[in-house]
């Protein structure tokens, strides 16, 4: 084993011995460590001893690299590490592992930090919203994400990640709305939020819920430790007098058409019915086709409305107007019908009242005119989903709702005129089906 003190110009000069694959030139100054030369040209320091009678060879590094005085040092620690017995080479691994290890706890919080700043309660709200949208529920997502805009949004609470908001935080918001004089907001408020945490925390075993919810990691929800709050059905149905101040306002404007519509069908919902197309009404039987996607379904239901005189008449001079089947049937939307009714109601010397007041007084006064709880439950498509209407009833119920609509018209033409009808149908016999 040749020996000599190194030099930048003898490690520049040496090269591999002629017919070798490689060749040492070892140093006297730093004794285990050597310049190693390879048939291809390459050079570098490497450092070899003996550990329990076994050779054990550590390449340093390349001398481009690599300085000949940070060899040496680099060659003398490893000459300390086998004084000691210690392996070098297992040194410089578990070196090389915890420099791993450091990089990935460095990636994992900068990834933490970033979620944190990206999965917080408003995300989680924003998300829930666009899984109503996704499941066909415009108005149910409009509704959830106008309240959570005005009530959640604005609390520091929002800013933090969705899955580590407390309970004491959701009760804080909806508090603060039931304080403000508004309870029926704060129970819906509480019930937006309990709903929106309980899709996230379906979501990863729930292949119908948008995956996006998933990375909100949700695994209990803290407001369903919030108390529901409960609120007080409406009460409120028109006399038959204010009903018809009610009809004397309304004009021809497309809203009101919309409106006039809305009372001749019975009251359905306005959100479903201010969505129809043209192409929703078949005018040969004077059927309107909603999609009522209310409640849990997945896919919404076609309610069909066979109107009577007054409603057809209407809708027919409408189609009228702009015939094209992908057109919306009605040039006014719900938010502006509700809008105009409101309107309407401080008009009328009369309790306020809104377009869920005119639904339950369409409800109330068919029940008073005898149409069945039955035909007014298909009429108006409500509570209808039991088991033996979703999977058994398959009967249409047409001509029951299309007699309990001929004889409504009747009715609201008594309550304009003060006259009753000549085949007076003030109480409706319904014929029992076959």
Known sequence: MDRTRLTLERIRTFKVTKGAAQSFLWDIEAPRLAIRATANGSKSYIFESKLDRRTIRITIGSVEKWNLAQARLEANQYSMQVDRDIDPREVKQEAKQAKEAAKLAKTEAQEEIERRKRYTLKALCM?????????GKTKSARDCQSAFKVHVFKTAAAHLPANEVTAQQIAVMVRKVFESGKRRTAGVLRNYLVAAFNAARRAPFDATMLSTLIDFQIIVNPAELVPAIA????ERNLTAAELKQYMAALTDSPVDQLLWVHLYAGGQRMAQLARSKVSDYNAETSTLRLLDGKGRRTVSREHLIPLASAGQAMLDHLIVNDPAQDAMLFGANARTAGDRVTQIGKTIDCPAFDLKDIRRTCETMLAGMGVSKETRAHLLSHGLGGVQDAHYDRH?????KRNALAAWEAKLLEIQTGKAPANNLT?????KQP
Do not use: D, I, T
């Open 427 to 431: 109480h409706l016999a319904e014929k």
């Open 396 to 400: 249409s119920y047409s001509a029951e």
């Open 127 to 135: 998300a829930y919203v666009e899984h109503l949208h996704a499941k």
């Open 231 to 234: 609120v007080s059905r409406g």
